[in-house]
């Protein structure tokens, strides 16, 4: 599979890839006249964005729908929960109707329970159980960069990798344990935004653009276009 083409762009630092992806959201959110889906990265990288996209004006608040692309499986309230640093960052910080917050369960659940209870919710949300490339799941999906090559919780030699049919799965070889969206999930998407900043990304970017297909993040073939928003560090 040849790798898709991507839109890149290099923003001088964090703040300014901050400002820059929070505007590119709501350029594309702000027209939307039917529901809107976004699916949240998790990690360091995005905190910032999330504060800067929550001020932003004249966003259709109740009409977009939040979800994550995976979720560490601590309790929501766990400072290591990507649930609790969009909470924090943003989904407190704007009208967001509590109905169009769809987290990854991680209480009273096992993590294969939890991958199973979101595949059911995001097929709820839309409206089949087999995903058609016309139609994207999400209007956008956020991801992370690691430096070991994984986005959302698809790490290297993880089985999920190998996933293509079931749009979640449970990752135990990590602590602490993960829930993901698998390949077919997250490309399913009408633009998929990889943000990466910092000099320790130098590195794998690198080896990404240059066609590193052996890294998990290289493997991703959105329905829809392909960005990155990376800042001067991680683009060296
Ligand atoms: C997570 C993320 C993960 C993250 C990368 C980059 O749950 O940690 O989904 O894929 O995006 O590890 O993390 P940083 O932004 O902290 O470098």
Same mark, same amino acid.
């Given at each position: 599979?040849?790798?898709p083409?991507?839109?890149?762009?290099?923003?001088?630092?964090?703040?300014?890839?901050?400002?820059r992806?929070a505007?590119w959201?709501?350029?594309i959110?702000?027209?939307k006249?039917?529901?809107?889906?976004?699916?949240?990265s998790?990690?360091s990288?995005?905190?910032?964005?999330?504060?800067?996209?929550a001020?932003r004006?004249?966003?259709?608040?109740?009409r977009?729908?939040?979800?994550?692309?995976?979720?560490?499986?601590?309790?929501?309230?766990?400072?290591?929960? @990507?649930?609790?640093?969009?909470e924090?960052?943003?989904?407190?910080?704007?009208?967001?109707?509590?109905? @169009?917050?769809?987290?990854?369960?991680?209480?009273?659940?096992?993590p294969?329970?939890?991958?199973a209870?979101y595949?059911?919710?995001?097929?709820?949300?839309?409206?089949?159980a087999r995903l058609?490339?016309a139609?994207p799941?999400?209007?956008v999906?956020?991801?992370?960069?690691?430096?070991?090559?994984?986005?959302?919780?698809?790490?290297?030699?993880?089985?999920?990798?190998?996933?293509?049919?079931?749009?979640?799965?449970?990752v135990?070889g990590?602590?602490?344990?993960?829930?993901?969206?698998?390949?077919?999930?997250?490309?399913?998407?009408?633009?998929?935004?990889?943000?990466v900043?910092g000099?320790?990304?130098r590195?794998?970017?690198?080896?990404?653009?240059?066609?590193?297909s @052996?890294?998990?993040a290289?493997r991703?073939?959105?329905?829809?276009?392909l960005?990155?928003?990376?800042?001067?560090a991680?683009?060296?």
């Open positions: 599979m040849s790798a083409r991507a839109e890149i762009e290099i923003l001088a630092d964090p703040a300014a890839l901050a400002e992806v505007d959201m709501a350029r959110v702000r027209p006249k039917e529901r809107v889906a976004i699916c949240l998790g990690g990288t995005p905190h910032l964005l999330y504060r800067t996209f001020t004006k004249r966003i259709p608040w109740r977009v729908h939040w979800f994550w692309g995976d979720e560490r499986f601590v309790p929501p309230g766990d400072p290591m929960s @990507n649930f609790h640093m969009a924090t960052a943003l989904l407190s910080r704007a009208p967001v109707p509590a109905s @169009n917050i769809h987290p990854v369960r991680t209480e009273g659940v096992t294969a329970g939890s991958a209870l595949e059911a919710e995001l097929q709820s949300f839309y409206g089949a058609e490339p139609r799941l999400f209007d999906t956020l991801l992370g960069l690691g430096i070991d090559g994984h986005t959302a919780s698809l790490f290297p030699g993880s089985p999920a990798l190998e996933e293509r049919t079931r749009w979640t799965a449970a135990e990590q602590t602490p344990r993960r829930v993901t969206l698998t390949y077919p999930a997250l490309g399913s998407s009408a633009h998929v935004a990889f943000l900043a000099a320790e990304k590195r794998v970017l690198r080896e990404l653009w240059q066609g590193d @052996n890294l998990p290289a991703l073939r959105p329905e829809g276009q960005h990155f928003f990376v800042d001067a991680a683009a060296g």
